[in-house]
T-cell receptor
């Protein structure tokens, strides 16, 4: 079956702009996660959704970052007033339910010039 | 302040031999550990997990060992195959949380 998909695969933007990154989880997966991976580092947890609600958003670095999952399926990560330090690969993962195996998408590489 | 450390950025092993990847953690509240494998341009793929009530978990060629007193875990791959060449991440969580903390990864190269 189809895995987790993320669009776009690459996004180049200018400092100060607004970006949206999309994640389509595996059908039927109720849990969805966003991570950020900087060069040479492991994925860094950002936020976790159970259904439509954010169950844990403790990893969001500041209020420029926001994520939604309005219908409990597709999720969008939104970054306002982008900064060069936001450049990273943003990974999305989904799991059947909490504590089940997380399946990762290929990521969106964000570059802020 | 890295809570999960993988002190070897890279490791090279001959095909057929054992690969041992190490991971150390500092947070004594961590009680669930995972290993992921990542190929270039792909997302990480789950390999194997272990909870703190066990000290070993085995799945085919992959075995994870946990030493709670030393706050250390290791992944053994036997025998190593060229297709195992990838970056391996160790991850940990506490009390059933979904907030996984990942290490920086170790790049494994299995030489034919």
């Amino acid at each position: 079956g189809a895995g987790v998909s993320q669009t776009p695969s690459n996004k180049v933007t200018e400092k100060g702009k607004y970006v949206e990154l999309r994640c389509d989880p595996i059908s039927g997966h109720t849990a969805l996660y966003w991570y950020r991976q900087s060069l040479g580092q492991g994925p860094e947890f950002l936020i976790y959704f159970q259904g439509t609600g954010a169950a844990d958003d403790s990893g969001l670095p500041n209020d420029r970052f926001f994520a939604v999952r309005p219908e409990g399926s597709v999720s969008t990560l939104k970054i306002q007033r982008t900064e060069r330090g936001d450049s990273a690969v943003y990974l999305c993962a989904s799991s059947l339910s909490a504590m089940d195996t997380q399946y990762f998408g290929p990521g969106t590489r964000l570059t802020v010039l | 302040d890295q809570q999960v450390k993988q002190n070897s950025p890279s490791l090279s092993v001959q095909e057929g031999r054992i690969s041992i990847l190490n991971c150390d953690y500092t947070n004594s509240m961590f009680d669930y550990f995972l290993w992921y494998k990542k190929y270039p341009a792909e997302g990480p793929t789950f390999l194997i997990s272990i909870s703190s009530i066990k000290d070993k978990n085995e799945d085919g060629r992959f075995t994870v060992f946990l030493n709670k007193s030393a706050k250390h875990l290791s992944l053994h791959i036997v025998p190593s195959q060229p297709g195992d060449s990838a970056v391996y991440f160790c991850a940990a969580s506490a009390s059933g949380g979904q907030n996984f903390v990942f290490g920086p990864g170790t790049r494994l190269s299995v030489l034919p």
